[in-house]
């Protein structure tokens, strides 16, 4: 990790992190209550919040404290919609992350490895359009972003994708609430 916390919650005007608001101080703890006592299953995280409320950020917190913590974890980012993926979350996770903790890139595959202080980890981003393109890749953890733009098969086949071998699965889910247009 680097000698300089990630501001995982953004940034204050004089430029130091922001500390962690209520809900993402318990979406953190939730996370870490179930890494230690998993009680079978795959344990989910759905939250649901306001425009710019720091859900997002909430979600890549515990995204990140993982892929920096456990080496050879595989990791899903996911949005229903590249396109609105990479101009969301994409772009909040790599303002976040430092390019120096990103070792290698493949740009084409949206596949980036990262560098913790014990080994490396890999974040996968993908759109969910068809759900078929994950094929039998398995994932210790699994960030789905705009929930309620997937349907119902598409979250049960991703909670399968949750099965990474040697890491504690999770599945965690936010966005705003659905239009009622």
Same mark, same amino acid.
């Not at 120096?100 to 969910?128: C, K, N």
């Given at each position: ?16 992190? &922001? ?41 890549? &917190? ?100 949750? &099965? ?11 966005? &705003? ?5």
């Amino acid at each position: 990790m680097p000698s300089e916390p990630l501001a995982v919650f953004g940034k204050s005007l004089n430029g130091t992190p &922001n500390p962690p608001h209520p809900t993402q101080a318990m979406v953190r703890a939730w996370a870490a209550q179930r890494l230690q006592a998993p009680s079978g299953g795959v344990p989910v995280c759905y939250l649901q919040h306001g425009v710019r409320a720091g859900g997002t950020r909430a979600i890549l &917190n515990v995204v990140l404290a993982r892929a920096f913590g456990e080496p050879g974890l595989r990791v899903l980012i996911a949005r229903k919609d590249f396109n609105d993926l990479r101009l969301s979350v994409m772009e909040t996770f790599f303002d976040i992350v430092p390019d120096a903790l990103i070792v290698s890139r493949d740009a084409q595959e949206h596949r980036y490895m990262l560098r913790g202080p014990d080994g490396d980890s890999t974040v996968f981003f993908r759109e969910l359009k068809d759900i078929r393109g994950l094929g039998s890749q398995e994932f210790g953890m699994i960030s789905v972003h705009e929930a309620a733009e997937i349907d119902l098969s598409a979250y049960r086949i991703l909670k399968q994708r949750a &099965n990474q071998r040697g890491h504690k699965a999770m599945l965690l889910l936010e966005g &705003n609430p659905p239009s009622e247009v």
